[in-house]
């Protein structure tokens, strides 16, 4: 059983910047990738970001690439997504997720424990 907690969303203005962050408990030790998904009302939930939990490899969406950057601190079980120049097109609940697929899982069938979400709003 694992418990994801994610914080840090918020209301900004297009070109600005939130970090987010995911807080992991319980028996995360199964687990191969933390990613990051968002889903905006009426769309389907849409990968961001992941990043390997033993190499610390990270890979991304191409609708953030260069703009969203990923990271983890083992030492406290945290996940993080330091999103910068925001666009409204970037506005949606971000979810925290855990996969123990091999490879570079980025759907959602793929992820078996979630978090709550946090809002994040870019207005433009």
């Known amino acids: 059983q694992v418990q994801l907690v994610e914080s840090g969303g918020g209301l900004v203005q297009a070109g600005g910047s939130l970090r987010l962050s995911c807080a992991a408990s319980g028996r995360t030790f199964s687990s191969s990738v933390m990613g990051w998904f968002r889903q905006a009302p009426g769309k389907e939930r849409e990968f961001v970001a992941g990043?390997?939990?033993?190499?610390?490899?990270?890979y991304y969406a191409d609708s953030v690439k260069g703009r969203f950057t990923i990271s983890s601190d083992n030492a406290k079980n945290t996940v993080y997504l330091q999103m910068n120049r925001l666009k409204p097109e970037d506005t949606a609940v971000y979810y925290c997720?855990?996969?123990?697929?091999?490879?570079?899982?980025?759907?959602?069938?793929?992820?078996?424990?979630w978090g709550q979400g946090t809002q994040v709003t870019v207005s433009s």
């Open positions: 997720a855990l996969s123990n697929r091999l490879g570079v899982p980025a759907h959602r069938a793929d992820f078996a424990s």
């Open positions: 990043i390997s939990r033993s190499g610390g490899s990270t």
